[in-house]
């Protein structure tokens, strides 16, 4: 060790030489030296604590104690930093090395595996004794606590009647109680896990009264599992009108408590036919990010298909009811009712599952380092309009993502780099935000110098003076600090890709580059198909066929490293 600040111990790294051996070095290092090496991922820490406050409306006097998860957490250093910064106590009491692993047992014994929806074990009991009484008991089923009552429901009671509780598991019993309306029994709960107990009833005689059912099960649990707050939000993707823009639609908020019921109402975008090969789709990203919808995290898609239903028409401006389900544990159900062909479409799946919710990690370097270096453009125009630290923060996360191998497999790594762009997307986005009119004149640029130069050239007059003039009242928007400027500028990029869209070079050149990005897509197998029929109607000089591929490849990928997909988005419309 060097003569510097004792306490941190020598580091053995690891690693291969050319030749493929490993190799190991033995490299001191000084307190001072290893403070400064994670500064950096402390710091992050702090601040995202301090959001995590903020967004649950607290403040630092509202929190007693910080605990501490994870083998960091055993470094003092950082537990003083993290205390000091945010001015709350911190605490040793949980070993930080096994507390998430204990509290995810105890929320994994909460579920009910058995069943469909993998939802929460009900913490109430009932039993129903039946027989010759209208006699049920209450009781709670799942407590931390090591005693539970239970309570007698009955609508008549005759005479001299009374009931007693057994313990099955110790011998334990409540002995005689007169049977009312009310009455009840404290259960000591011996062991955690199940406890068993029997119950009698007797007449006024004393003769036993056979019951329906005599037995009760409570589970002694290790912690209370209260209601789980969403991590974060998760929306379905939808026009706010006709021809609007893009918005989400949210059917949870971070924080809210989950698991949560309702009920959203839409709007079919487009008419789809009973037997035909078009969708009606449903996106749903997890995120805050209302510019651009795609910088949030793709979940998954439920589409309603026209060969889901034998007959009729879902015509554009069709209701849809949408009803919803999010679980604590993650779980999406939805089930789209449409009342004008009498159909009802359930979702059936797990969005988060990696068949259909979740890209597959191991083949997205390529995507991560598009989506990286996009990124970054933006970034740096930003940077040349508007003066924010976030934009240093974003610009860190950027380089770490960008440094992922082209041939990255491992899917821990390429999740790790993708959750960097994310970060860095929505620093952006705050970015943006907080500076609102200079970036919204930063994009309102962008879409006419495009327009300058690749569709002017292409625009039917009347086409181009449209245009001159929606930018003229995009503009007075934006020095109005009016809330349309957003749906201008959709319509701005929507009048550039649609002029684009009657060239046949662009459909082609479109399919051709959506052909080779397969890592754009969640399910690579329905993009081969449409590729294969894509390159046929390019043979066929189908260019009409092609156009209806292109639009279907666009509808159904899941991220784009460029913004030109201006045509992509939901076909449903918020109600």
């Known amino acids: ?68 998860v994870g083998g960091p957490a055993q470094y003092k250093n950082l537990r003083d930093k993290v205390a000091f910064e945010l001015g709350i106590a911190a605490s040793t009491d949980v070993n930080p090395m096994t507390a998430v692993a204990e509290g995810a047992a105890v929320f994994a014994e909460s579920i009910d595996w058995a069943s469909q929806s993998r939802g929460r074990k009900s913490s109430r009991g009932a039993l129903s004794a039946g027989g010759a009484l209208d006699l049920s008991f209450n009781y709670i089923a799942r407590t931390p606590e090591h005693k539970a009552k239970i309570v007698a429901k009955l609508s008549r009671a005759p005479a001299g009647i009374e009931f007693q509780i057994d313990s099955l598991d110790t011998g334990w019993s409540s002995g005689r109680v007169a049977l009312k309306d009310g009455a009840s029994v404290e259960l000591s709960l011996s062991k955690p896990g199940d406890n068993l107990f029997k119950v009698f009833v007797f007449d006024s005689n004393g003769a036993p009264i056979a019951l329906g059912e005599d037995k009760i099960v409570i589970a002694r649990t290790a912690a209370s599992i209260d209601a789980i707050p969403a991590s974060h939000s998760v929306g379905v993707e939808a026009r706010d009108k006709v021809g609007g823009r893009l918005v989400l639609d949210y059917l949870v908020r971070e924080g809210d408590q989950l698991p949560k019921k309702g009920k959203k109402s839409f709007k079919a975008g487009e008419s789809l036919k009973a037997g035909s090969a078009g969708s009606i789709k449903f996106k749903l990203w ?92 933006r970034l740096q125009e930003m940077a040349s309009k508007v003066d924010d630290p976030r934009l240093e923060q974003a610009r860190e996360k950027l380089k770490q993502a960008s440094a992922i191998e082209s041939g990255e497999v491992d899917p821990e790594t390429a999740k790790q780099a993708m959750d960097n762009v994310q970060e860095a997307k929505r620093l952006l986005a705050l970015t943006r935000k907080e500076h609102l009119k200079d970036i919204r004149q930063l994009e309102l640029d962008r879409a006419v110098d495009f327009f300058e130069k690749a569709v002017r050239q292409h625009a039917r007059p009347t086409e181009a003076t449209s245009f001159d003039n929606l930018v003229k009242t995009a503009q007075r928007t934006l020095e109005n600090n009016g809330s349309d400027f957003e749906s201008h500028l959709d319509d701005l990029r929507s009048r550039n890709f649609t002029i684009l869209w009657r060239q046949d070079w662009f459909v082609i050149d479109h399919f051709k580059r959506l052909a080779q990005a397969s890592y754009l897509f969640s399910d690579v197998r329905e993009h081969a198909q449409l590729v294969a029929v894509g390159t046929e109607a390019i043979k066929a000089n189908d260019i009409d066929k092609l156009r209806a591929v292109v639009g279907q490849l666009i509808s159904i990928q899941v991220g784009s490293a460029g913004d030109d997909d201006m045509m992509a988005g939901a076909n449903i419309v918020r109600s």
Do not use: W
Not at 351 to 360: A, R
């Open 286 to 377: 997890e995120g805050e990010i209302s510019d651009p919808i795609n910088d949030n995290r793709f979940i998954g898609m439920f589409e309603i298909k026209g060969t889901d239903f034998d007959d009729g028409v879902i015509a554009a401006g069709a209701e849809m009811v949408c009803e919803f389900e999010v679980l604590d544990s993650g779980n999406i159900i939805l089930e789209v009712s449409v009342p004008s062909i009498s159909g009802s479409f359930q979702s059936g799946r797990n969005f988060y599952s990696s068949q259909e919710g979740k890209l597959d990690y191991s083949n997205q370097a390529r995507n991560i380092q598009e989506q990286a270096e996009h990124t970054l453009e």
């Open 1 to 68: 060790m060097s003569a510097s600040p004792p306490g941190v111990s020598g580091s053995l790294l690891g690693g291969n030489q050319q030749a493929g051996e490993e190799i190991y070095l033995d490299i001191p290092i000084s307190r001072r030296q290893y403070d400064n090496l994670i500064a950096s991922k402390v710091d992050e820490s702090i601040q995202a604590t301090r959001e995590s406050i903020e967004k649950a409306g607290l403040s630092s006097h509202d929190v007693e104690r910080i605990v501490f």
